[in-house]
Each structure stands twice: as structure tokens, then as C-alpha cells.
């Protein structure tokens, strides 16, 4: 059985006493959980979040790293700088980060394997355009940016990443899958994994469904036997509710 997996990104909010004060907020209410609980926060925050999830079962993940371990690389954090600050999962290849600054498939798998040399869990985004959808490119789509991320790593290595399925066009819109197109996706996903790496890989990765989880819709898509978490964008700004998401009744 994969445990499941809870992730809020949430972007570019919260200033570090908002940040502390939404994590004390949730330590209690999440001490419980049967999946692991991640949250992915803006840098500035680290040191406040790690301070305010001291002793408790919330993990402290990044939105971004660069592939290089050091360099004229103006802005930008490395994964030693990441693991320095006590993060232990980051999030690669955002559709955001792929729509604003110019990430690349390659770039992506360059960043996923400089994540997992450093110690750090990835968690890897892909998924298709509203257009692609409806042109039926989806599955050649999330096959290939899969394929892509992975290249390079070892089928041990494999099974330490986490994906995350997220359809661009369910992201901050308010639209969501069905839990069917869901989990039929994220069965792709992991069949192109089995196909190259395994069924023993294939049944080890954790796929997340990334494409606006909230507290409406979170039993349903987990009830999906392919679905093992969410990546949470809006519904992780609120502590009750992240929460509802994170402590659903299985």
C-alpha cells in the first residue's frame, strides 16, 4: 500500500508571521493524519515554518530549486541551500514555473535529479493544456514529460519521487477533473512508469492529482485507487481548509 500524500504550494503567499501563524494553526488539527503532510512555502518562510512545525508531523517542502550547486545563478536557491534550511521535499516543474520562467522538460529532469542527489523528495508536475486535452494529446503528453523527469535516475531512486498529475487548465480556475478522467490519467502516468522502469517502480511511486483538490471534492478523487494525494494550491491558505483535505474520512 503507498501512503498517501498531502501537499499545499502555496505560491507566493503569506509573509513569515502569516506563515508561523497558519502552521500553529495546523499542528494540532493535522497530528493525526494517516498520510504524510507537506507544506511548500515561499523561501522567506522557511526558517518561521520549520520553527512553528518543530516536533510535529508537518514537513517542509520548497517551490522551486535550481539544478546547479552553486554559481552566477542570480536568484536563484540550490538544493544544498534547500537541505541547509531544512527542507526535505520541493516541488519541480509547476505548470507556473514552466508558463513564466521558461522550464523545459529537460530542465525539469536536471532539477529532479539534483533534488533526489541531495536528499530531498520531488515532487514532479505534469500534465496537459485545456487545448491538449480536447485534442487528445493528454496521454502522449503526460507520458513523455514523465519519461523525461525520470531519465537518469535509478529504479530505487524511482521509487522515492513523487508525481503530480496536475491538468494546467484545473489550476486556479475553479474546474477539476472528474474523478474518473483523474485517475484514469494518473493510471497513464504510471503505466509509462512501468514500461520503462517496472511494475515494482510503477506500483511504488506516489502520484498525486494536483488540479484544484479542495474539501468539496477530496473524497471522491482519494477514493480513486490510482490517486495517492493532492497537491493543494488555494484550499492550503486556510487552516480548516487544508485540514478537511488532509484528514478526510478514508
Known amino acids: 500500500m503507498r ?3 498531502i501537499a499545499g504550494n502555496w505560491k507566493m503567499n503569506k509573509t513569515p508571521a502569516e506563515a508561523a ?7 494540532p488539527a493535522v497530528q493525526n493524519a494517516n498520510c504524510d503532510v507537506v507544506v511548500c ?7 518561521a515554518v520549520l520553527e512553528a512545525a518543530k516536533g510535529s508531523n508537518i514537513r517542509l517542502g520548497a517551490q522551486n530549486m ?3 550547486k ?9 538544493a544544498d541551500m534547500l537541505s541547509a534550511s531544512g527542507v526535505t521535499y520541493v516541488i519541480i516543474g509547476h505548470s507556473e514555473r514552466r508558463q513564466y520562467f521558461g522550464e523545459t522538460d529537460k530542465t525539469v529532469n536536471l532539477r529532479t535529479r539534483a ?23 493528454t496521454n502522449a503528453i503526460v507520458e513523455y514529460q514523465t519519461r523525461m523527469a525520470l531519465t537518469g535516475l535509478t529504479q530505487e531512486e524511482i521509487k522515492n519521487v513523487v508525481i503530480a498529475y496536475e491538468p494546467v487548465w484545473a489550476i486556479g480556475t475553479g474546474l477539476t477533473a472528474t474523478d474518473e478522467q483523474a485517475n484514469e490519467t494518473i493510471g497513464v502516468i504510471r503505466k509509462a512508469i512501468e514500461q520503462s522502469w ?35 494550491g488555494g484550499a492550503s491558505l ?12 478514508r
Open 3 to 5: 501512503r498517501p500524500i
Open 21 to 27: 501563524a497558519l502552521v500553529k494553526e495546523l499542528v
Open 41 to 47: 512555502v515561499p523561501a522567506v518562510c522557511f526558517s
Open 66 to 68: 535550481h539544478f546547479a
Open 70 to 78: 552553486n554559481g552566477a545563478f542570480t536568484g536563484e536557491l540550490s
Open 115 to 137: 533534488a533526489v542527489a541531495a536528499g530531498i523528495t520531488p515532487i514532479v508536475c505534469v500534465g496537459e493544456l485545456k487545448d491538449e486535452r480536447e485534442s487528445g494529446y
Open 198 to 232: 517496472g511494475k515494482e517502480v510503477a506500483d511504488a511511486v506516489r502520484i498525486q492529482y494536483g488540479g484544484s483538490m479542495n474539501p468539496a471534492n477530496v473524497k471522491g478523487l482519494m477514493s480513486q485507487p490510482e490517486i495517492d494525494g493532492g497537491l493543494i
Open 238 to 249: 486556510k487552516a480548516p481548509d487544508f485540514t478537511a483535505v488532509v484528514m478526510f474520512d
